[in-house]
């Protein structure tokens, strides 16, 4: 029976860090053993930037794993669930989550990645790529210049997500807010940091960056409670 993992990043990676590769090489890290990893990006939040996607190729580029994107926007690969049975990693990028939930559903790409992550695929992302997994999120896709509830995630694990806790000043007490008020509980974390599930469970929060946390936010008697959650620095 094979272990189903998820590396959920609030911020870091290849896209925020290009010069600290920690978090990144964690997660190659829980690949097989034995050969290089097989890498697939997956920029839909970003509507497929070629930017982005071509930062991804760089960073995991060759010698260090068998890079590949899956694109939807100019979709060329016709199996998605047998695509992406053949890779160890589906690295998702940042972005509109919510836009990003409506066009993987659309191509049934929800239900591939959830067969994926049966099969023992670790799945993985920043922001956008981290709120995609749980159940609700904090999001900005509804306004660039605000914070809105998404109860619409994924749903691979379970209570509700907030990255950038501590890199964009609305999101703690945005979230704390929803949180006392109904919204699902769940886990904050901060820039640099990675929360690794294991089997629907917290089971390892490491970072990139010395002094970064994770916070389990849950509704209080009259305000949410913020239990911290030290994260092993990884240099």
Known sequence: MVDLQILAMGGGGFSMEPEN????????GLAPAGR??????????????????ARFLEAFG?????????????????????????????????????NLLAVWRLHGLDTALNNAYQAGVVLAGISAGMNCWFEASVTDSFNSNGLDPLPDGLGLLAGSACPHYDGEPL??????????????????????VG???????????????PDASAYQVTRGDTEASEQHLSARYLG
């Open 21 to 28: 590769p920690l978090l990144d090489d964690y997660l190659l």
């Open 36 to 53: 290089r990893p097989r890498v697939c990006f997956v920029p839909t939040a970003s509507g497929d930037s070629d930017g982005y996607s």
């Open 62 to 98: 060759e010698g260090r794993a068998e890079a590949s994107v899956l694109s939807l926007f100019d979709r060329t690969v016709t199996d998605l669930q047998g695509f992406l049975l053949e890779q160890d990693i589906v690295y998702v990028g940042g972005g509109n989550t919510a």
């Open 171 to 192: 999101r703690r007490g945005t979230y704390r807010a929803l949180v006392q008020n109904g919204f699902p509980a769940g886990y904050a974390a901060e820039d640099g």
């Open 195 to 209: 929360l690794h599930f294991v089997n629907g469970h917290l089971a390892h929060i490491v970072s990139s960056r």
